[in-house]
């Protein structure tokens, strides 16, 4: 009897240390799931990325390394008017990403000395197993030859630009009326809207349609078209 109950003691010792280790681990990976994001120049001084990072897309820890801000502010004072007006332009997404509340924003205090900026935040990058974020070309190949991931806003577009452009022809199914007079609604293969004007009628038939325009909104994209013979 007293080894039967040890057997079972035994075994719920086992299995309590094996819970305790489990969510360990589960908090140890929850807790490091955030990427470190090193930011250039090129992307801080270009508009859409503060645009992305109010969406609340983005939850990574954001850094900015204190290089990069120098690099912006010589630009800033420079001869050069387009660069001076990009670079001010840099600074002030640099302030206004550190306002965003989706994720946290650092300015990393990494020495002034002459190391070039980029060969700077591809040894932040390394050292510190992080991504960069940036729309140059060069600084992107470079990174990816030493295995580092690279964001790039411009991927970014692309993969979200519209599939289905004004003037391709389509046929598709009319499953409802429209909210406006002689409207008729159906929907494209990857399940995009199509308003479609004088449609009404042909609820319930394929008709053949002309993309006219379409219009992105935050509940996804509609299509208008017109009817074609076909």
Same mark, same amino acid.
């Given at each position: 009897?007293?080894?039967?109950?040890?057997?079972? $003691?035994?075994?719920?010792?086992?299995?309590?240390?094996?819970?305790?280790?489990?969510?360990?681990?589960?908090?140890?990976?929850?807790?490091?799931?955030?990427?470190? $994001? &090193? !930011?250039?120049?090129?992307?801080?001084?270009?508009?859409?990325?503060?645009?992305?990072?109010?969406?609340?897309?983005? =939850?990574?820890?954001?850094?900015?390394?204190?290089? $990069?801000?120098?690099?912006?502010?010589?630009?800033?004072? =420079?001869?050069?008017?387009?660069?001076? $007006?990009?670079?001010?332009?840099?600074?002030?997404?640099?302030?206004?990403?550190?306002?965003? %509340?989706?994720?946290?924003?650092?300015?990393?205090?990494?020495?002034?000395?002459?190391?070039?900026?980029?060969?700077?935040?591809?040894?932040?990058?390394?050292?510190?197993?992080?991504?960069?974020?940036?729309?140059?070309?060069?600084?992107?190949?470079?990174?990816?030859?030493?295995?580092?991931?690279?964001?790039?806003?411009?991927?970014?577009?692309?993969?979200?630009?519209?599939? &289905?452009?004004?003037?391709?022809?389509?046929?598709?199914?009319?499953?409802?009326?429209?909210?406006?007079?002689?409207?008729? %609604?159906? &929907?494209?293969?990857?399940?995009?809207? !199509? !308003?479609?004007?004088?449609?009404?009628?042909?609820?319930?038939?394929?008709?053949?349609?002309?993309?006219?325009? &379409?219009?992105?909104?935050?509940?996804?994209?509609?299509?208008?078209?017109?009817?074609?013979?076909?």
């Amino acid at each position: 009897m007293e080894i039967f109950i040890l057997i079972i $003691v035994i075994i719920i010792l086992a299995e309590t240390t094996i819970l305790f280790i489990k969510s360990n681990d589960k908090i140890n990976i929850t807790g490091n799931t955030k990427r470190k $994001v &090193y !930011v250039d120049t090129s992307a801080l001084m270009d508009n859409r990325l503060i645009s992305v990072a109010k969406t609340g897309f983005i =939850g990574d820890d954001i850094i900015i390394p204190r290089s $990069v801000i120098r690099e912006m502010q010589i630009l800033a004072d =420079g001869k050069d008017h387009e660069k001076r $007006v990009r670079a001010r332009v840099g600074l002030d997404n640099a302030n206004e990403l550190e306002r965003i %509340v989706h994720f946290n924003t650092t300015i990393l205090q990494d020495p002034l000395d002459r190391t070039p900026v980029d060969e700077r935040l591809i040894e932040l990058a390394k050292e510190n197993h992080g991504l960069i974020l940036t729309n140059d070309f060069n600084l992107n190949k470079v990174a990816t030859t030493e295995h580092i991931g690279v964001l790039n806003l411009n991927d970014l577009q692309i993969a979200l630009r519209n599939e &289905y452009k004004p003037g391709e022809r389509f046929n598709i199914k009319i499953v409802s009326e429209g909210s406006n007079r002689g409207q008729g %609604v159906g &929907y494209l293969p990857d399940g995009t809207m !199509v !308003v479609v004007t004088g449609a009404k009628s042909k609820l319930g038939t394929t008709v053949s349609i002309e993309l006219t325009r &379409y219009r992105q909104t935050s509940a996804g994209k509609m299509m208008f078209a017109k009817l074609t013979k076909g």
